[in-house]
């Protein structure tokens, strides 16, 4: 390419019909104008959106203290903070797609009112946000905010990456975003199987897209797997041997493991087709020695370990909840341990069953199948071991524990037909039919979506420092649990009775009526969804009466919640030294659990970098640029990027020190406001006069 032709088109295929709203001019049908009028008005929204959040930050002068206090931010805290945030953002947009897809499907007899390339892209940015842009942000910001406080450290081994991770997330999640405003997304689904996503076959950017997005935070994912299996490994606090930790570590470890080996090859899938349709390589076409099913083996040999990266934290904070809900120790915890590890290390081993039709032997599909029905025996263990931890506990029925228990009762069904699928024979007779979709749906959301609802609040206080309103947190949990049983339930009938996956309408009279039912049940997580925005605000006017300072709402038993709500940015004023696998209930019936040091020190922590936020933006503009050919600004993002990074390493002053007196001063008023709390019990613990200290629940244990 010469260089007088990366000027000659400054926006590259950048054009006005790239905008939603010029389709809806220009066309005069009806199905046209239903169409342009939802992508417009999806388009105006996020415009709108953006300009809302723009004029607040000037309206309160917030954009000094979300840049310094924030953006810039190498505290593991806020980081967490903002991957959930991200991730709520991008839950609200999946969610909305899905009310349409089963809208769509309830009108779908004979036509619907969407067109089939409009169906085809919610389904795919559907599919591609609930895996990529919401649980996975969702579960590592979890990951981020709990685990360097459960393992008594200050911070993660590599804050700055641990940063630049996050701007890297959020860049592939912009993308997403504005392709609602410009252009389209893909229609390939959320796997992006060739020949479908070759040029020939699908010329526009909407694969480009999906392509970059995908790329972009899949490196972001991998930096965060290395960093938290090096924190996990290197930063725990003395005494904390590896079956010492926690068990939400414990799955964190995993996941993180999980994370290094299984994201590349899904880099190198994806930079390949990048390749094929920016250069006409033939990686994954059928001629020229390619072959598709490369992509297939590589896209499934990430894939299935994926599905085991989004629902092992789940089942980590499942046994925290259970544990601390039913004021118990984890029952058979080593056995909790070595069952997450044998999911972890099972998951590498069945991604072919995604292909049982496609050909190969049956031997080949006897083991893989065989392989794939033994994940069923490590997680049954982990269910009767959560059965028995509630067994003649004291069992407070909080919002997690709400979650915690439908989750229970629906994974177990939606496992069940994972391994009823497991069997080449069986998955013949539905394989492409929506019983595959209500499986999927039954195992990932109770065990993923339940899970990340399940901790958010369950440590929101420890991060905010005040409760969630727990009348709206019951109404939005009993919406989601029950709204999704009505949405995916109908789907196994209609499946068995042969409805297709992925089809725009159907011919058939007789799917209407269930079709109706998946409505009404997504129509019900809606307002689960709604419910969740108007807890969030309730509980934010009523903060102060439901302040939790003293840090400890819940009778926590690990070293999250030895610290105050939210916790200083050093964590710890002294690193604590471990004696116990539940450390802190440990501490507490010792009477060491608001004790004051003898002597306070300096404490360094990482200083501030822009650098997280600058290969963030770089990172969104070298992507975009991508996708509409625009090459000086791939050129320009990629010298931007690198400039930072040299300049990075010229930096000497990387650290900052937080005064021995300061850390005195705020250990201090901690500790005194612990002293004065009044012990609250678990009946009085949904209450206003929950401060964040409760009462031990061994009688006349030493506090």
């Given at each position: 390419m010469s260089l007088s032709a990366i000027f000659v088109h400054p926006l590259g295929l950048l054009a006005q019909d790239a905008f939603p709203f010029w389709a809806l001019l220009r066309s005069g049908n009806r199905g046209d104008l239903i169409n342009g009028l939802i992508g417009s008005s999806a388009a105006a929204i996020v415009v709108i959106g953006v300009i809302v959040v723009v004029a607040l930050l000037t309206r309160y002068r917030a954009w000094r203290p979300l840049w310094f206090d924030w953006l810039t931010s190498t505290d593991h805290k806020r980081i967490g903070i903002m991957y959930v945030v991200i991730a709520l953002v991008m839950l609200a947009r999946a969610i909305i797609e899905a009310i349409l897809m089963r809208a769509q499907q309830a009108d779908g007899l004979g036509g619907g009112f969407l067109s089939p390339d409009h169906f085809a892209q919610l389904f795919s940015t559907h599919g591609t946000i609930m895996i990529f842009f919401m649980v996975m942000p969702f579960l590592t910001g979890l990951i981020n905010y709990a685990v360097p406080l459960q393992i008594g450290a200050r911070d993660v081994a590599f804050p700055v990456l641990n940063s630049i991770s996050l701007g890297l997330t959020a860049a592939g999640a912009g993308l997403v975003m504005i392709s609602l405003v410009v252009g389209e997304f893909s229609t390939g689904g959320w796997f992006g199987y060739p020949p479908y996503t070759e040029?020939?076959?699908?010329?526009?950017?909407?694969?480009?897209?999906?392509?970059?997005?995908?790329?972009?935070?899949?490196?972001?994912?991998?930096?965060?797997?290395?960093?938290?299996?090096?924190?996990?490994?290197?930063?725990?606090?003395p005494g904390m041997t590896l079956y010492r930790m926690p068990l939400f570590t414990w799955t964190a470890l995993c996941t993180a493991i999980l994370m290094i080996f299984a994201m590349p090859p899904l880099t190198v899938a994806t930079l390949q087709l990048a390749l094929d349709r920016y250069l006409g390589f033939h990686y994954f076409t059928n001629g020229l020695g390619g072959n598709q099913m490369n992509f297939a083996n590589m896209f499934w040999l990430f894939g299935h370990p994926e599905v085991y990266i989004l629902i092992l934290?789940?089942?980590?904070?499942?046994?925290?909840?259970?544990?601390?809900?039913?004021?118990?120790?984890?029952?058979?915890?080593?056995?909790?341990?070595?069952?997450?590890?044998?999911?972890?290390?099972?998951?590498?081993?069945?991604?072919?069953?995604?292909?049982?039709?496609?050909?190969?032997?049956?031997?080949?599909?006897?083991?893989?199948?065989?392989?794939?029905?033994?994940?069923?025996?490590?997680?049954?263990?982990?269910?009767?071991?959560?059965?028995?931890?509630?067994?003649?506990?004291?069992?407070?029925?909080?919002?997690?524990?709400?979650?915690?228990?439908?989750?229970?009762?629906?994974?177990?069904?939606?496992?069940?037909?994972?391994?009823?699928?497991?069997?080449?024979?069986?998955?013949?007779?539905?394989?492409?039919?929506?019983?595959?979709?209500?499986?999927?749906?039954?195992?990932?959301?109770?065990?993923?979506?339940?899970?990340?609802?399940?901790?958010?609040?369950?440590?929101?206080?420890?991060?905010?420092?005040?409760?969630?309103?727990?009348?709206?947190?019951?109404?939005?949990?009993?919406?989601?649990?029950?709204?999704?049983?009505?949405?995916?339930?109908?789907?196994?009938?209609?499946?068995?009775?042969?409805?297709?996956?992925?089809?725009?309408?159907?011919?058939?009279?007789?799917?209407?009526?269930?079709?109706?039912?998946?409505?009404?049940?997504?129509?019900?997580?809606?307002?689960?969804?709604?419910?969740?925005?108007?807890?969030?605000?309730?509980?934010?006017?009523?903060?102060?009466?439901?302040?939790?300072?003293?840090?400890?709402?819940?009778?926590?038993?690990?070293?999250?919640?030895?610290?105050?709500?939210?916790?200083?940015?050093?964590?710890?004023?002294?690193?604590?030294?471990?004696?116990?696998?539940?450390?802190?209930?440990?501490?507490?019936?010792?009477?060491?659990?608001?004790?004051?040091?003898?002597?306070?020190?300096?404490?360094?922590?990482?200083?501030?970098?822009?650098?997280?936020?600058?290969?963030?933006?770089?990172?969104?503009?070298?992507?975009?640029g991508l996708v509409w050919h625009i090459w000086w600004l791939v050129i320009l993002a990629a010298l931007v990027a690198i400039v930072a990074l040299i300049v990075r390493g010229f930096q000497r002053e990387t650290v900052q020190i937080i005064p021995a007196e300061q850390v005195r001063r705020e250990h201090q008023r901690w500790v005194h406001a612990a002293r004065a709390a009044q012990p609250i019990t678990r009946g009085k613990e949904g209450t206003s006069a929950n401060r964040g200290r409760a009462a031990l629940e061994t009688v006349g244990a030493p506090t």
């Open positions: 040029a020939l076959y699908t010329p526009g950017v909407g694969v480009d897209y999906w392509i970059w997005a995908l790329s972009v935070t899949s490196i972001g994912t991998t930096l965060t797997g290395i960093n938290f299996a090096v924190t996990i490994y290197k930063k725990r606090a934290p789940g089942f980590g904070i499942f046994s925290e909840v259970f544990s601390t809900f039913s004021g118990k120790a984890l029952f058979g915890y080593k056995s909790m341990v070595w069952a997450a590890m044998s999911i972890a290390f099972l998951s590498f081993l069945v991604w072919l069953h995604h292909f049982f039709t496609m050909g190969q032997s049956g031997h080949i599909n006897a083991a893989f199948g065989i392989a794939s029905m033994f994940i069923g025996i490590p997680t049954g263990v982990k269910v009767y071991d959560w059965m028995a931890t509630m067994f003649r506990g004291r069992v407070r029925f909080g919002v997690p524990m709400i979650y915690a228990i439908a989750f229970l009762f629906l994974f177990v069904i939606g496992g069940i037909t994972g391994v009823m699928l497991a069997n080449p024979i069986l998955d013949y007779q539905v394989h492409n039919t929506v019983f595959l979709v209500a499986h999927f749906h039954n195992v990932a959301v109770p065990g993923v979506l339940f899970g990340m609802l399940a901790g958010y609040t369950y440590w929101f206080p420890k991060a905010f420092g005040f409760r969630l309103n727990e009348r709206w947190g019951k109404i939005s949990a009993y919406c989601w649990i029950f709204g999704w049983m009505g949405a995916f339930f109908p789907l196994y009938v209609l499946g068995l009775m042969g409805l297709p996956r992925r089809s725009v309408a159907y011919e058939q009279a007789r799917y209407v009526p269930m079709e109706i039912v998946a409505f009404v049940g997504a129509l019900v997580v809606g307002a689960g969804l709604a419910s969740l925005v108007i807890q969030l605000w309730v509980s934010i006017r009523q903060r102060e009466q439901n302040r939790v300072y003293v840090g400890d709402p819940w009778d926590g038993r690990s070293l999250e919640w030895a610290t105050s709500a939210p916790p200083p940015e050093y964590n710890f004023p002294v690193i604590p030294i471990v004696n116990d696998r539940d450390a802190f209930t440990a501490a507490k019936e010792f009477g060491m659990g608001y004790q004051e040091p003898d002597e306070y020190v300096d404490i360094e922590m990482p200083k501030n970098s822009a650098l997280g936020p600058v290969f963030g933006g770089t990172g969104f503009l070298l992507a975009f």
